[in-house]
């Protein structure tokens, strides 16, 4: 599968089928997505609505979603912890063990 934020013109999250394109999913932010990354079976994406999103890789179904104080452009880090930097000046850390943020 391969994974795409789509534009503020788009608003979605894509997964694609690798070999031919087809498209799998996609789920709606409504409000712009960043380069997704996923970790553990999980697509985290940021939002220009000031979320990121936490989808279920295989279905596309939202896990959950945390609100930050500005817009995510950034793509999330997984590295044992997803890593998440907002216009707000913060950075959000979120641990594998925790069902919701």
Known sequence: MVFVGADVYS???LALNA???TLLWSYL???GASDPVVANGVVY???NG???YALNARTGAKLWSYPT???VGSSPVAEGVVYVGSADGKVYAFGWSEGLP
């Open 11 to 13: 608003n979605h999250v």
């Open 19 to 21: 070999r031919t394109g």
């Open 29 to 31: 932010t409504g409000d």
């Open 45 to 47: 994406v940021g939002s």
């Open 50 to 52: 000031n979320n990121l």
């Open 69 to 71: 104080g500005g817009p």
